[in-house]
Every structure is written in structure tokens, then in C-alpha cells.
């Protein structure tokens, strides 16, 4: 009976050895979290509001100084000239403080900005705690991101290509209305689109940002799975 | 009575070209580290839209996967999907970890049954000079449903050979 109670646990014991296995690696999550740590950085990059804050202080103090030291400035420079007046001391004051004034509003409101939550938007992602689920997601994710980057690309780029044909058919529409040849000032219409409709067709045919991390998703899926 | 007739259903949109399902297929790679040799496997297309009506409607499907290594026998490693309506949530057991994963979201259940990730073969000391050789095929069960009709009768199947044991990938 000893015995085959001991043959029963090695085979039990062999089975379970076999079934071992090791969790799936997080390449989806580490791709993820890679974006939203770049689009975080870029975000809440608030180097802008410095320089904002700096010109438009450097505008204000001009402002000051106009209305102060102007008349004795333009008297020093030009004696006795008419050209400088009360009125345009007012307007100059008034301008370029106003544009300081603009411009150190917006660098304070950038300043006072609360920092953008971009993982607000990976919600599902990040509160996972089972990282198998947490994992799944992340390539769900992924995948999402991608698809809505690749609607929008090519939607912006049949719009690229479609308006030009469109303006084409307009001008020639009103050609033959004016009763001129169809193909009248065509060369003009034609210089100012061929940018956008050469710009349109690349990005036909160029990857993402968002499509490229999907696409580096898979070929370590393929690497880790042998999917062909 | 409600899940047989869906089968017979399906069985007939099969039968007459209604219903033409894209064909399921495995993939594995096969690796080693200095102790052991692992398999990775991912059933694809393995949850067509009649398996996901079958699963949404209350019924368990299990995505089983068959291993075998060289002539040791074969492992049935069920992947068990189950859905509860109520709280929508997705419950996914995987048989060789007997680990339970539980998600609302339906990509992240199927693509977790889908996988095998991991799973240790044997021992590196136990390989045979010969070589090496495992298969991986696939079915889909469900308790009380002949779910196989929903892949029309097939299995996919992969296999790797090795025909050193240096041959093996780390």
C-alpha cells in the first residue's frame, strides 16, 4: 500500500514539475508605460512659460520706462523734434505694455496650469493589480492607440489628396463657365497643391508614432510566441 | 436543448457556406536556459464570433492545449473562459498555473486564454543526445456543446524538432 501511495506522490510531483511555468513577460505594459512617460514630459514641459514670463516682464518694464523716461529720451536723441508727442507716448506705452502684460498672463497661467494626467486616460491599465490582466490590457491598449493614429492618418491624407482634385474641378468648372480653355491658370492651382498632395501621399505610407509601438509590440510578441 | 440546437444551427451554416469561419492556428517557441527547456504557445483566432456568442450566452469554453514531448506522453493544459452577464466580467483559468484571472474586458480575457507562456518542459539534463521534439495542437471544448464544430472539426497543430539538444535557443 506504502508503495503505491509513493508511486501515486512521484507521479503527482512529476506532473506538477511538468505544468511549472513562468509569468508572461510585460512587453505591452513596458511599451505603454515608455509613451505615456514621454507624453507626460511633453505635456507638462513648461519651459515655454519662462520665456514668457521673461518677455513679457521685459515688455512691461519697457512699457515703464516709455512713459517715464521717454520724453527725456527723445529729447536727448532728436532735440527739439515734433514727431514725439503726448499721443504717441500714450500709444507706445499702452501697446507694449499690453503685449507684456499678454504675454506674462499667459506664461503665469502656464505657470498655475495643473500638470496634464495623461495615465488618467490608461486607468484601466494602471489600477490593474493582476499583471497577467494588467499585461492584456496594455496590448488592448496598444492596439487601440494604434488603430484611431492610423484612422486618423489616412483620413487626413484622403483629405489631402481628395481637396486638391476638388479645387481642380472647381477651377475647371469655372473655366468653361468664363468660357476660357479648361485647363486656364491650371499651372497656378497646381504649384500650390502639389506639397500637399505629395505630403499626403508619404504619409499614406509612413507609420505613426503610435502605429510603430504597436508594431515594435508585435515583433516581440512574434519573437516570444514564433507567431509568424 | 438551447446550446445543442445552436450547434446543430451552426453545423448547418457551416455545412451550406453560411458561416466560414477563419481558420484557427498555433505557434510555439521552444527555448532553454541552463536548467530547463520552456514552451511558449499562442492559439490565433481562436475565439471566432459563434465561440463568443457561445461564451457570452453562459456557457464555459475551454481552449485546451495538447502538448507532447517527444514520446513522454501528452499534457491537456485547459484554458477555461467563463463570462458572467451580471457584472460582465470575464473569469479566465489557466489550467497549468492554476492561476484564476478576472477582467470586464473581453481582448484582455481572450488574448490571456490564448497564450501559453512559460511552461517547462523538462529538465535540460533529461534531453536526449537525439534531439528534441514537442508538438502543440489545440481544441475548443464546451461542457455540454460540441464546440469543436465551431473550428469545423479541425485542430491546429505546430511542431518543432531539434535535432541536438544545442540546437535549442536560449
Not at chain 2, 42 to 67: C, H, I, M, T
Not at chain 2, 84 to 108: C, F, K, M, N, Q
Request: charged letters at 20%; proline letters at 4%.
Amino acid at each position: 500500500m506504502k508503495r503505491i501511495i509513493a508511486v501515486f506522490i512521484l507521479v503527482l510531483m512529476a506532473f506538477t514539475a511538468g505544468a511549472e511555468s513562468r509569468s508572461e513577460p510585460q512587453i505591452a505594459y513596458r511599451i505603454l508605460s515608455d509613451f505615456v512617460f514621454q507624453e507626460e514630459s511633453s505635456a507638462n514641459d513648461r519651459a515655454w512659460t519662462g520665456v514668457m514670463l521673461g518677455i513679457g516682464g521685459g515688455l512691461m518694464a519697457g512699457s515703464a520706462a516709455t512713459w517715464f523716461l521717454g520724453d527725456a529720451v527723445a529729447e536727448a536723441v532728436a532735440p527739439g523734434n515734433s514727431v514725439w508727442n503726448a499721443d504717441l507716448k500714450t500709444i507706445s506705452t499702452v501697446a507694449v505694455g499690453g503685449v507684456g502684460v499678454a504675454m506674462a498672463g499667459a506664461g503665469l497661467i502656464g505657470v498655475l496650469m495643473p500638470p496634464v494626467d495623461v495615465r488618467k486616460k490608461y486607468n484601466l491599465v494602471y489600477g490593474e493589480k493582476d499583471p497577467v490582466v494588467q499585461e492584456a490590457l496594455a496590448v488592448a491598449a496598444l492596439k487601440e492607440l494604434a488603430q484611431s493614429a492610423k484612422d486618423k492618418r489616412v483620413s487626413s491624407a484622403v483629405y489631402g489628396i481628395v481637396t486638391p482634385i476638388a479645387t481642380l474641378a472647381v477651377q475647371t468648372a469655372f473655366n468653361l463657365a468664363m468660357g476660357k480653355e479648361w485647363n486656364h491658370d491650371y499651372s497656378g492651382v497646381v504649384t500650390w497643391q502639389v506639397p500637399s498632395i505629395v505630403s499626403s501621399i508619404t504619409s499614406l505610407f509612413t507609420l505613426s508614432d503610435e502605429e510603430k509601438l504597436y508594431e515594435k509590440y508585435n515583433a516581440a510578441r512574434a519573437a516570444i510566441y514564433a507567431v509568424p | 436543448m438551447d446550446t445543442l440546437l445552436r450547434s446543430v444551427v451552426l453545423g448547418i451554416g457551416m455545412l451550406f457556406g453560411i458561416i466560414r469561419p477563419e481558420a484557427p492556428a498555433v505557434s510555439c517557441r521552444v527555448y532553454r536556459d541552463d536548467a530547463a527547456v520552456f514552451l511558449n504557445a499562442e492559439a490565433s483566432r481562436a475565439f471566432p464570433q459563434e465561440a463568443l456568442k457561445l461564451l457570452e450566452s453562459g456557457n464555459e469554453l475551454d481552449l485546451v492545449f495538447l502538448v507532447s514531448v517527444d514520446d513522454r506522453g501528452e499534457w491537456s493544459l485547459p484554458h477555461s473562459l467563463r463570462y458572467d452577464p451580471l457584472t460582465r466580467i470575464y473569469t479566465v483559468g489557466i489550467g497549468e498555473t492554476e492561476g484564476v484571472h478576472r477582467t470586464d474586458s473581453r481582448e484582455a480575457a481572450l488574448s490571456i486564454a490564448s497564450r501559453l507562456t512559460g511552461l517547462r518542459l523538462l529538465e535540460v539534463a533529461e534531453l536526449e543526445p537525439a534531439g528534441l521534439s514537442v508538438s502543440v495542437s489545440c481544441a475548443l471544448e464546451s461542457p455540454g456543446t460540441d464546440a469543436s464544430v465551431i473550428w469545423n472539426y479541425g485542430r491546429p497543430e505546430a511542431r518543432v524538432r531539434f535535432t541536438a539538444a544545442s540546437g535549442i535557443p536560449r
